[in-house]
């Protein structure tokens, strides 16, 4: 519920402190592209965002080397935690291959917090010196419980995809020893 401000001040942060701070996964096996409707549908429950806060600001699918499917997609999630502070998530999707196939997915998560700085009063040393009080003070713990839960849902999203990877490749199993 970050509001608009013309002027702010922007606090940024990886959720994962190491760099480069993304998450990765690469898998290979059955039917690659069942995996875009799982992320989204994962996205939604995992990190508990209405379709409104996921938008999709890339994806090209079609055909890639010996007429496999292949495609590619960026997600990008807003998830407000409180007045000030929200997740910024950046979801990537890429893959190639119809039955047989390989997929990577990164995710990228950021803790950003914003203070307004619009008025004279925002802007004013006194009012500076008050908010960086506050923010060392009270809010620096809060930041991090903010960073703690943005690092527990992005590891829950990863162990839901390789689950759900992984019953693609016993289903896949299960067809051809039928055959």
């Not at 509001?3 to 990765?24: H, I, Q, S, W, Y």
């Not at 500076?128 to 839960?149: D, G, I, N, P, S």
Request: charged residues 30%; contains cysteine.
């Amino acid at each position: 519920m970050v509001g608009f401000a013309r002027t702010k001040l922007v606090l940024e942060d990886n959720c994962f402190e190491e760099e480069p701070g993304t998450v990765e996964l690469k898998l290979i096996g059955p039917a690659v592209t069942k995996l875009y409707s799982k992320m989204y549908e994962l996205i939604r429950s995992v990190f508990g965002v209405p379709d409104a806060d996921i938008q999709e600001t890339s994806s090209s699918w079609g055909k890639g080397k010996a007429g496999t499917e292949k495609f590619k997609v960026r997600w990008w999630v807003h998830k407000d935690m409180d007045m000030f502070s929200y997740l910024y998530i950046r979801f990537d999707l890429a893959g190639e291959g119809d039955g047989e196939g390989m997929a990577r997915i990164t995710v990228r998560p950021i803790l950003r917090s914003e203070y307004p700085q619009d008025t004279i009063w925002q802007r004013s040393l006194f009012y500076e010196m008050l908010r960086t009080f506050w923010h060392r003070v009270f809010y620096h713990k809060k930041r991090e419980q903010y960073a703690e839960e943005c690092r527990h849902m992005t590891n829950m999203f990863m162990a839901k995809i390789k689950e759900f990877f992984d019953s693609l490749k016993a289903e896949a199993a299960k067809v051809e020893v039928k055959k």
